[in-house]
């Protein structure tokens, strides 16, 4: 059973950094695209951004483009996300995900094509 476990959640002051980090369990996570998703109070989830199985490849939402850096370690089958200069229209519950078609050549921004989330962190700015 496939597990991914989130954390590195809290609450940050406007222009801070927070560092979230995916751990996966009960299976290897090098072929598999994965991905960075946001549900804020009262909407719908979306993504935020993904990574290709060998890291070459990356998406992000325009909002967070050069602020948050998403990466992985395949040796420790982890994934991150550096969130730089947060605004507080980032806080939000914000989830991992895992696309388990194995060697995609680009990662999805689809929340369809995921097949495996976690619980979710909860990321919150103030202003």
């Known amino acids: 059973q496939v597990q991914l476990v989130e954390s590195g959640g809290g609450l940050v002051q406007a222009g801070g950094s927070l560092r979230l980090s995916c751990a996966a369990s009960g299976h290897i996570i090098v072929y598999w695209s994965m991905g960075w998703f946001r549900q804020a109070p009262g909407k719908e989830r979306d993504f935020v951004a993904s990574?290709?199985?060998?890291?070459?490849?990356?998406y992000y939402v325009d909002s967070v483009k050069e602020r948050f850096t998403i990466s992985r370690d395949n040796a420790k089958n982890t994934v991150y996300l550096q969130m730089n200069r947060l605004k507080p229209e980032d806080t939000a519950v914000y989830y991992c995900?895992?696309?388990?078609?194995?060697?995609?050549?680009?990662?999805?921004?689809?929340?369809?094509?995921?097949?495996?989330w976690g619980e979710g962190t909860l990321v919150t700015v103030s202003s």
């Open positions: 990574i290709s199985w060998n890291g070459g490849i990356t």
């Open positions: 995900a895992a696309d388990n078609r194995p060697l995609q050549p680009r990662p999805t921004m689809s929340s369809a094509d995921m097949d495996y």
